[in-house]
């Protein structure tokens, strides 16, 4: 039983690294400083999450961006906890947001705007990892159809 669940977990590592590879943009010239997927059980915020009060006439970000954005802090900041990622204020830097979505197709109103996903996301990283977004030079993001919910952040130095 126990070569078994070795085997599970070789192959689990292998695919692991295929995933990364295989969704590795290849025009990015820099220093990679931090690379992570994140499975993630809240859905993705939007940045069109917008609430309106009218008693206060107040408009605010409602529960789901809420909960996705913490949710995302928290396992950012457990990976820096390891990774001890160190940005510095005059750092350039290059951003890869790969979004990994149940939905089988991708194009559709069920799912959701690729630059709505990407406003609590970047929010979320500058916040965990503590640099400001004005610092990103080149970004680019996808959709992708996964068997889980993930995030897969990359970020370099340029």
Known sequence: MESILQLFASLRTYLDRKFLEINRPNNVVGLKIFDALIE????FGS???LQ????TNTVFRGKKYHDYKDELIQALEDINEKTKVEIDTTDDLSVSLTFYQTSIKQNNRRTKDLDNMEKPTLDAMQLALGFDDAQIIDKSSHKRTNFTRALHVIIWKV
Not at 40 to 43: G, P, T
Not at 52 to 55: F, G, L, M, R, V
């Open 40 to 43: 993630l059980d809240h859905d």
């Open 52 to 55: 309106h009060n009218t008693k």
């Open 47 to 49: 940045g069109n999450d």
